[in-house]
């Protein structure tokens, strides 16, 4: 099993930016088998929705909602990725969640998240 432990959201007004982290613990025998890291959010009353992907160290994929105002990186030697956020929108606000494809599976133990509100 892998942990994950988001930090970095907080309360910014609009055109603001944050930058999310999202720390994987584990067994070596997992973390070690990590192949991508993903983003999510869920607003309240709303689905979770992937906002942003990063597969190997590289190779990124993202919501067409966001319009390029979001990058993902990922620190391999760390087991760390990052979601930068910039100008930021009163519609971000949401709890913003972390995942991790081990092998070819995805894992379905979520971190708690970490909450971002954007005000107007």
């Known amino acids: 099993q892998v942990q994950l432990v988001e930090s970095g959201g907080g309360l910014v007004q609009a055109g603001g930016s944050l930058r999310l982290s999202c720390a994987a613990t584990g067994h070596i025998s997992s973390i070690s088998r990590i192949t991508a890291m993903g983003w999510y959010r869920q607003a309240p009353g709303n689905q979770r929705e992937l906002v942003a992907a990063?597969?190997?160290?590289?190779?990124?994929h993202y919501a067409d909602s966001l319009e390029g105002r979001f990058t993902i990186s990922r620190d391999i030697a760390k087991n760390t990725a990052y979601l930068q956020m910039v100008s930021l929108k009163p519609e971000d606000t949401a709890v913003y969640y972390c995942?991790?494809?081990?092998?070819?599976?995805?894992?379905?133990?979520w971190g708690q998240g970490t909450q971002v509100t954007v005000s107007s």
């Open positions: 995942n991790v494809r081990i092998g070819s599976i995805w894992s379905s133990n």
């Open positions: 990063i597969f190997g160290g590289s190779r990124t």
